[in-house]
Every structure is written in structure tokens, then in C-alpha cells.
């Protein structure tokens, strides 16, 4: 693996490249270019502000809706675009899988690093909310780091688990944003983490996306630490995780060029 990892670190700039490309091509002849990235996320937080800030009436721990939403929206969107550009990326880009051998990992990578200039962009607005609402940064935004590389992890090793699958199975593409969309109900995005009953919230917080989320919302609005114990077993599932899937990725992509 540490061989592979090396290789590709010598493709960096094509990594790089291709990165570039995604952004390029998604917002080109657009009229608000990269400030979709920031409607996208706040279109959501409008809709659910009113139905479930307003009607719904949900438990947001004493923060506004429009920023507890925003909040949770923020990585959540990140995580669904990148997995949804990701999993078509290897099969999408079949002309060049068969004309010359580059590590086939970077099209995947190249997917999520360029939703991860989307997902800093839309962060902004975060800010921009705390200073609206009156929030005051904290120390304790010193867990980011910890919390986006559990994020990008799990994203990552997902993506390269499902753009090889892909290749084999094309219905792959279409089964990745139904998951996505039941995931947003077993991460709390729209709700607070409070309203999973006792007995069901250590299971419920194996869900890497909701330690993140949770995690995020504690260390930019409340000014706490994330809950330690489950942000310990989420590095693990995803180390692990990501093991596996680079394990894997690296094992079928020999074949993908005989598929295509």
C-alpha cells in the first residue's frame, strides 16, 4: 500500500489537474459560478427552516434554525456531492483508462477535492450566520481539523469502494444517491442528535456522518468539545474503512480497462 500511496504522489499534478477540470466544467457558462456552491446548501436551509423550524417545531439545543440547518447542511452537502461526482468517475472516463496507465484512484480524488473548494466556499456563510445570530468563535473550532479528516476519510473510502464497484456494476450509480438520500435521515442534519432515544444512540452514533455533524454543531455553536468517545470509534471505523476500500480499489483496477 505504501508503494502505491508513493505512486501516487508522483501523479500529484494530474490529481491536481483533474481537480481543476471538475471545477472548470461544473460551473462553466453559469451565471453565479462557484456561489452555487453556497446555494445549494442555504436553498435547503430556507425549505427546512420553514417546515420543520417553523411547523415542524424541532429541538435545535437553544440555536436558531436557519443556522443549526445550515450548519449540518454544510458538510452533509459536501459528503452528497462528492460521492455522487465520485462513483461515476472512474466508468466516465473510459477513453483514458484504456489509452495510458496512470493510478485509476485520481479520478475519484479529483471529484472530492474539487466538491472540497465547494465545501470551503459554502463555510463562509457559516460565519457570516454566527455574526448574524451573534455567536462567538471559540477555542474549541481547533476540533475542525479532526472532524473534516473524518469526513473526507469516510467520503474517500466510500468513493473509491463504489466508482470500482461502478465499473462492474453500472446500477451502482443509481443505488449511491438513494443511500444518500436515506442516509440524511440517520445523520443529524435536519434534527438534533437529543432526539435519537437513549438505548438507540450508541448505535446510531456508528454513523460516522452523525459524530461529524454533531461534532461540528458542538464546536461552532455551543463552543464544546465533540463527544470523545464517539469521535475515537468513528477514526477507527474509518482508518479501517479506508484500508479496506485503497486494498480494494487497488486490487480490481487492473481489470478495468478488459470492462469499460
Same mark, same amino acid.
Given at each position: 500500500?505504501?508503494?502505491?500511496?508513493?505512486?501516487?504522489?508522483?501523479?500529484?499534478?494530474?490529481?491536481?489537474?483533474?481537480?481543476?477540470?471538475?471545477?472548470?466544467?461544473?460551473?462553466?457558462?453559469?451565471?453565479?459560478?462557484?456561489? =452555487?456552491?453556497?446555494?445549494?446548501?442555504?436553498?435547503?436551509?430556507?425549505?427546512? #427552516?420553514?417546515?420543520?423550524?417553523?411547523?415542524?417545531?424541532?429541538?435545535?439545543?437553544? %440555536?436558531?434554525? @436557519?443556522?443549526?440547518?445550515? #450548519?449540518?447542511?454544510? @458538510? =452533509? %452537502?459536501?459528503?452528497? #456531492?462528492?460521492?455522487?461526482?465520485?462513483?461515476?468517475?472512474?466508468?466516465?472516463?473510459? #477513453?483514458?483508462?484504456?489509452?495510458?496507465?496512470?493510478?485509476?484512484?485520481? !479520478?475519484?480524488?479529483?471529484?472530492?477535492?474539487?466538491? !472540497?473548494?465547494?465545501?470551503?466556499?459554502?463555510?463562509?456563510?457559516?460565519?457570516?450566520?454566527?455574526?448574524?445570530?451573534?455567536?462567538?468563535?471559540?477555542?474549541?473550532?481547533? $476540533?475542525?481539523? $479532526?472532524?473534516?479528516?473524518?469526513?473526507?476519510?469516510?467520503?474517500?473510502?466510500?468513493?473509491?469502494?463504489?466508482?470500482?464497484?461502478?465499473?462492474?456494476?453500472?446500477?451502482?450509480?443509481?443505488?449511491?444517491?438513494?443511500?444518500?438520500?436515506?442516509?440524511?435521515?440517520?445523520?443529524?442534519?435536519?434534527?438534533?442528535?437529543?432526539?435519537? @432515544?437513549?438505548?438507540?444512540?450508541? =448505535?446510531?452514533?456508528?454513523?460516522?456522518?452523525?459524530?461529524?455533524?454533531?461534532?461540528?454543531?458542538?464546536?461552532?455553536?455551543?463552543?464544546? @468539545?465533540?463527544?470523545?468517545?464517539?469521535?475515537?470509534?468513528? %477514526?477507527?471505523?474509518?482508518?479501517?474503512?479506508?484500508?479496506?476500500?485503497? $486494498?480494494?480499489?487497488?486490487?480490481?483496477?487492473?481489470?478495468?480497462?478488459?470492462?469499460?
Amino acid at each position: 500500500m505504501v508503494a502505491h500511496l508513493r505512486e501516487l504522489y508522483r501523479y500529484r499534478d494530474l490529481l491536481l489537474s483533474l481537480a481543476l477540470r471538475d471545477i472548470t466544467v461544473r460551473y462553466r457558462q453559469t451565471l453565479l459560478g462557484v456561489g =452555487w456552491a453556497i446555494m445549494q446548501p442555504l436553498a435547503f436551509m430556507v425549505i427546512l #427552516t420553514v417546515v420543520f423550524g417553523k411547523f415542524g417545531k424541532l429541538a435545535t439545543d437553544g %440555536t436558531p434554525y @436557519p443556522l443549526f440547518s445550515y #450548519t449540518g447542511l454544510v @458538510p =452533509w %452537502t459536501f459528503f452528497a #456531492t462528492g460521492l455522487g461526482l465520485a462513483v461515476n468517475s472512474v466508468a466516465a472516463n473510459m #477513453t483514458l483508462v484504456k489509452k495510458i496507465y496512470f493510478p485509476r484512484e485520481v !479520478f475519484p480524488l479529483g471529484a472530492i477535492i474539487g466538491c !472540497f473548494v465547494d465545501f470551503l466556499v459554502a463555510a463562509l456563510l457559516v460565519a457570516g450566520l454566527m455574526l448574524f445570530y451573534r455567536f462567538p468563535p471559540s477555542p474549541q473550532l481547533l $476540533w475542525l481539523p $479532526w472532524l473534516i479528516a473524518v469526513e473526507v476519510g469516510f467520503l474517500v473510502s466510500l468513493a473509491l469502494i463504489c466508482s470500482a464497484m461502478n465499473v462492474f456494476y453500472r446500477d451502482v450509480k443509481y443505488l449511491v444517491p438513494l443511500g444518500v438520500q436515506l442516509g440524511l435521515f440517520v445523520t443529524p442534519v435536519i434534527y438534533s442528535p437529543s432526539m435519537v @432515544p437513549e438505548p438507540l444512540r450508541a =448505535w446510531y452514533m456508528l454513523n460516522p456522518m452523525a459524530v461529524v455533524v454533531d461534532g461540528v454543531r458542538r464546536v461552532v455553536l455551543h463552543g464544546q @468539545p465533540p463527544e470523545l468517545a464517539p469521535l475515537g470509534v468513528a %477514526t477507527g471505523l474509518v482508518v479501517g474503512l479506508g484500508a479496506f476500500a485503497y $486494498w480494494y480499489f487497488k486490487r480490481v483496477e487492473v481489470k478495468f480497462a478488459d470492462l469499460i
